[in-house]
DNA sequence: TAGTCGTGGGA
DNA sequence: TTCCCAAGACT
């Protein structure tokens, strides 16, 4: 951080820039779900949905998410497991649990009102710097910075910053400009604006610098450097990880599934009984590791493929398999035998969704 | 601070 | 195929 924020914003021209940016997203942005009105609780769903994830993404999921909870009041009262039923194949899962103890919390405080003080609503579950100054400026319109991925690839640019974005710390840097900048009459199009221009124009690769709204105002451009920004460094390899799982079927037709652990990698969500805590090298250490664990007899066993699966920092290799099975216990509160119907509302990672399609 | 936490799309 | 991601938050 080699220049403070005066010496970064002299010679720049507030006001025209907010008038270049503004003037063209109201004429240029795209036509949202998320768009259609002001409702605090619709704005902060569509927030939480697009954290990390794809606008084309996000569309279908908050189609269905707000016929399914159409208020605030709703998802407070909807059970945990139709909610996560919701997010479904969403991924970063913790948001949804997070967002659901948020809004229990909005309806008890503040009587379902979801809060327009930025301390009330940034001390709520899952809602960071990000998402307090986007719900709190395109909602009510306060003049909260919103800096995101696409904000600072922007202003990086704009600015000609060279801080590395993939630091926690460059975030408030950023910010702190976003607060000289931004548009106190119109702060939610200004906010949305600079993410506009960073999904549309102001792109990671390729950037359209000859149909930038605000390229009279950009130094990287002016530079020639529009690609060499943002910098960011790279992350490490994700770790390997090879295991096996097992679609069991009983005398009855019911299948054995197993609810995960409340915190960690897909939490909460379901899946078939797996050896992932401790990975076995043949199949008839698999066996005895699963009936034990499952209190199940295994009477028949077939492969049916191998699966792998990349998350953020992680890469799972399955070999999955199925087979016939006794049950030597009854089923509880994260182990069930369910029919093939009620399988339909519990919520599975993509990768044991693609295990169950293989099965059937 | 750096690691954890999903998924599917595009170059 | 391989890589980088896409409107982050939490620990």
């Given amino acids: 951080m080699k220049e403070n924020v005066q010496q970064i914003l002299a010679h720049f021209h507030i006001k025209q820039f907010q008038h270049d940016l503004i003037h063209w997203f109201q004429t240029e942005q795209r036509d949202l779900p998320w768009r259609k009105d002001k409702d605090p609780y619709k704005i902060w769903v569509s927030e939480v949905m697009l954290q990390q994830t794809r606008v084309d993404t996000v569309i279908p999921y908050f189609y269905h998410f707000i016929e399914k909870f159409p208020t605030l009041d709703s998802l407070a009262e909807a059970e945990e497991e139709e909610v996560l039923k919701a997010w479904e194949g969403l991924g970063y899962y913790s948001r949804i649990r997070h967002l659901h103890e948020a809004v229990k919390e909005v309806k008890e405080k503040y009587g379902g009102c979801v809060p327009a003080s930025k301390e009330q609503f940034s001390s709520l579950k899952g809602v960071g710097p990000y998402t307090t100054g986007a719900v709190l400026s395109i909602a009510y319109g306060i003049p909260e910075p919103a800096v995101d991925g696409n904000v600072m690839r922007v202003l990086s640019r704009i600015f000609y910053i060279t801080d590395d974005i993939a630091k926690g710390s460059t975030r408030k840097k950023f910010e702190n400009i976003v607060s000289h900048i931004i548009s ?49 460094t790279k992350g490490k390899a994700p770790k390997r990880v090879s295991f096996r799982a097992i679609v069991l079927m009983n005398e009855k037709g019911n299948i ?36 034990e664990r499952y209190h199940v007899v295994i009477r028949s066993m077939e492969r049916i493929g191998s699966f792998e699966h990349v998350f953020s920092h992680v890469v799972w290799h399955i070999e999955a398999y ?13 182990n069930k035998w369910v029919t093939i119907d009620e399988l339909k509302q519990y919520a599975f990672p993509v990768i044991y969704q693609k295990i169950w399609q293989a099965y059937e």
Avoid at 207 to 218: A, D, K
Avoid at 322 to 328: M, R, S, T
């Fill in 184 to 232: 106190h009459d119109n702060p939610s199009d200004f906010n949305q604006a600079l993410m506009e221009l960073g999904a549309l124009v102001c792109t990671p690769k390729n950037p359209s610098c000859f149909l930038c709204p605000v390229q009279r105002h950009c130094r990287a451009f002016a530079e020639g450097v529009e690609t060499e920004l943002p910098v960011k």
């Fill in 256 to 291: 054995l599934i197993q609810k995960r652990p409340p915190r960690g990698l897909l939490a909460n969500l379901w899946q078939f009984p797996n050896d992932e805590h401790a990975p076995t090298r043949n199949d008839e250490s698999f066996v005895k590791e699963i009936s």
């Fill in 322 to 334: 199925k087979g016939n099975a006794l049950e030597l216990q009854m089923g509880d509160e994260t």
